[in-house]
């Protein structure tokens, strides 16, 4: 074979290498392609289960915050929580404030001297006596006889048919059952049930035990729905009185009504000068039942029905937290600052972020709170200024509002490093920034709403006490007696039983 002829065989061979390498080549680099495509899928698998680890590891630190109730760590002074509204509560207390006060002379019942003049031991006649005194606070030793706590007063009633009248008549109404209960009782029923937040239960040992009085709950029952109809002026009063005011607080809860299908909330509206607080069981969260709680005006069945007549309510500033069903259904709507910066401040102590992202969520809750505490301190000053009659004019206070308002969007600004519950709080505080400034351009609007929250406490605590209520009437009833009973209570509960005797008397004397 020639050298020509080697050659073109050896070119023949080459070319065949070639292209079993190239396609060779062709199918690695296909195969390349696919297991790239594979892994950038996989990879972005790890990536939201990462996320969704994180967002659910968070999610049971939350509900293990809310069953086991642990108390967040003040991160710095800047995060302290005080209400402008409430300085009197914020006032540092002193020792001797922790000491209970010494009896005054009127109220001493009792004296007794213990005198000695020579030692017990040695009879020595003693020399540089002190005196100390002592005072044993007790209740009045008939609270041991269960007799001397419970009176019982008959009643004899002539009754009598006129023939001229041709009616029956009596002296006084005669009851359907021979045995009633008296006003004391039926006052210290509703006080327990409300203000003490026992079950009917406890409140029948209680009876059973101290003044021997059987009762059932059937009667406490009937009682509250009684006492209910005899302080319902007062009610209706306190609810004009507060829908009648520039701004009002207002928040809701969980509550059942057993026998009703949509009764599942319980409201709370209140107003900042005052102790006044309005509680009422609407159905749910829907529409109408905020305007009757609003604008104190009756359900209608065609209005609740009618979802295009939403107009917005512009009566006054409501003041609430976040939540979206409501954040468009009111002309001047103030934020609650103290819920976001609740939430920052929990997730950055939160265990179950990485180190990087721990650290972006402690930054901007620092940020948070700082300028959360510069809006109560702003917010403080026209207060005062208010007072003297010298408010500062529109345009300063804007100038306030835009000025706070950009440290508000850098803080809101996402950063590629926040975790994605961070990113969630941000877009909403965002989306909704003019709602937090509302309380910088109209003057005596508090910036949180916690006087809606610790009214609303009462509630809660009830509730996990006494479970729900069984139908819409008692839910009604309830609404009234922790409206008037609580507004009493917590003006001053020292005159509590007074003051709530002088409403039953009144309602009792425009009657007859």
């Known amino acids: 074979m020639s050298e020509i002829s080697k050659l073109n065989q050896r070119i023949r061979n080459l070319e065949v290498t070639y292209n079993n390498q190239k396609n060779r080549a062709l199918k690695f680099e296909k195969l390349y392609k696919e297991e790239k495509q594979s892994n950038l899928e996989k990879n972005e698998i790890i990536k939201k289960l990462k996320q969704e680890v994180e967002t659910n590891k968070h999610t049971i630190e939350e509900y293990q915050r809310m069953i086991f109730h642990k108390k967040s760590k003040i991160l710095d002074n800047n995060t302290e929580h005080k209400s402008i509204f409430n300085e009197a509560k914020n006032i540092k207390r002193t020792n001797e404030s922790y000491k209970k006060a010494i009896p005054k002379k009127e109220e001493i019942s009792l004296s007794f001297e213990y005198n000695i003049s020579k030692c017990p031991d040695c009879w020595n006649i003693l020399t540089n006596k002190k ?85 059932s709950e059937g009667e406490i029952r009937n009682i509250l729905a009684k006492e209910a109809e005899i302080i319902r002026p007062e009610y209706e009063r306190i609810r004009k009185v507060i829908t009648s005011q520039k701004w009002v607080h207002f928040d809701e809860t969980w509550w ?53 007549t939403e107009e917005k309510i512009v009566e006054f500033v409501w003041i609430s937290d976040w939540y979206w069903w409501y954040t468009n259904k009111f002309e001047n709507h103030q934020l609650c600052w103290a819920h976001p910066d609740r939430k920052l401040r929990e ?14 969520c402690k930054i901007t809750s620092n940020e948070f709170s700082k300028l959360y505490k510069a809006v109560r301190d702003e917010i403080k000053k026209e207060d005062l200024l208010v007072k003297n009659n010298n408010p500062s004019p529109d345009e300063q206070r804007m100038e306030l509002k835009n000025r706070l308002m950009k440290k508000f969007e850098k803080i809101v600004t996402i950063n590629k490093n926040d975790p ?26 508090p910036s949180d709403n916690n006087k809606a929250e610790r009214n609303l406490r009462h509630l809660v605590l009830k509730r996990k006490l006494c479970n729900w209520s069984i139908t819409k009437k008692s839910a009604s009833y309830m609404s009234i007696n922790y409206s008037v009973l609580l507004s009493l209570y917590w003006k001053n509960p020292a005159q509590f039983f007074s003051r709530y005797k002088l409403i039953r008397d009144q309602f009792l004397k425009n009657r007859n």
């Open 347 to 360: 997730l950055s102590e939160s265990k179950s972020l990485d180190k990087e992202k721990l650290e972006r």
């Open 420 to 445: 994605k519950k961070l990113v969630t709080y941000k877009n909403t505080l965002s989306k909704y920034r003019e709602k937090y400034f509302v309380c910088i351009l109209m003057t005596w609007i």
């Open 256 to 308: 059942l009504v057993q026998q009703e299908e949509d009764w599942n909330y319980a409201w709370c509206m209140t107003w900042t000068e005052t102790e006044d607080v309005l509680y009422d069981i609407w159905i749910s969260r829907w529409w109408w039942a905020v305007k009757m709680l609003a604008q104190n005006i009756k359900e209608n069945e065609d209005d609740r029905k009618d979802r295009k």
């Open 131 to 215: 005196q100390y005194k002592k005072y044993i606070e007790d209740i009045d030793s008939s609270f041991a006889s269960q007799k001397a706590n419970k009176t019982i007063i008959e009643e004899i009633i002539e009754s009598w048919y006129c023939n001229k009248c041709m009616k029956y008549k009596s002296t006084q109404s005669i009851p359907k059952s021979p045995i009633i209960f008296g006003e004391n009782i039926r006052m210290f029923i509703n006080f327990q049930s409300t203000i003490l937040r026992i079950s009917y239960s406890m409140i029948q040992n209680f009876f059973k035990i101290v003044h021997s009085i059987e009762i």
